[in-house]
């Protein structure tokens, strides 16, 4: 059952990277920034059944481990590495491989919200359009988007030197 790639078919490199640079544009509203601190967040917050403080302990290490993979691969591809976006691709779909669907399609419906809320189409969102009366953002998207500069800490705190 082989899984399926994140990016899939033939892309052109130099718009891909082009594509993740403007995800990365923003500080802490850049779409990145709010991904990985949902990503945190989410890691942060799982409940386990299991007893096991050292098996609850690695799986949560594991999640995290993925998401910081992930972060390092993106910022590979906005300093053009080669095979940068290949080693993304691959790194996203780990982390999303060890989410359940329903936490996927709520981040996607979130990502839509804030892709609504960009009413210029610059790749990032203004104080305006974030905190916009008439916006599709939720107050938990809103939430959501300010755990990004933890999971940024946390993810240079991570990151092998």
Do not use: M
Not at 44 to 51: E, F
Not at 94 to 106: A, E, R
Request: proline letters at 4%; one cysteine or more.
């Amino acid at each position: 059952n082989p899984k399926k790639p994140v990016v899939s078919g033939k892309a052109d490199p130099a718009a891909a990277a082009d594509g993740v640079e403007k995800l990365s544009k923003g500080g802490i509203f850049s779409s990145k920034n709010y991904f990985l601190g949902v990503g945190g967040k989410y890691c942060q917050s799982l409940v386990y059944d299991d007893l096991d403080k050292a098996l609850v302990r690695s799986e949560r290490d594991r999640r995290f481990s993925a998401l910081v993979e992930a972060d390092v691969a993106l910022d590979s591809v906005v300093r053009r590495r080669d095979g940068a976006l290949a080693d993304a691709a691959t790194a996203l779909g780990k982390f999303l491989d060890l989410c359940p669907k329903t936490d996927v399609d709520d981040a996607r419906r979130a990502l839509h919200a804030f892709r609504a809320a960009d009413t210029d189409r610059d790749g990032s969102l203004s104080a305006s359009e974030f905190y916009a009366d008439d916006s599709q953002l939720t107050d938990l998207d809103r939430l959501a988007a300010t755990w990004g500069v933890w999971a940024g800490a946390i993810a240079d705190h991570l990151r092998p030197p």
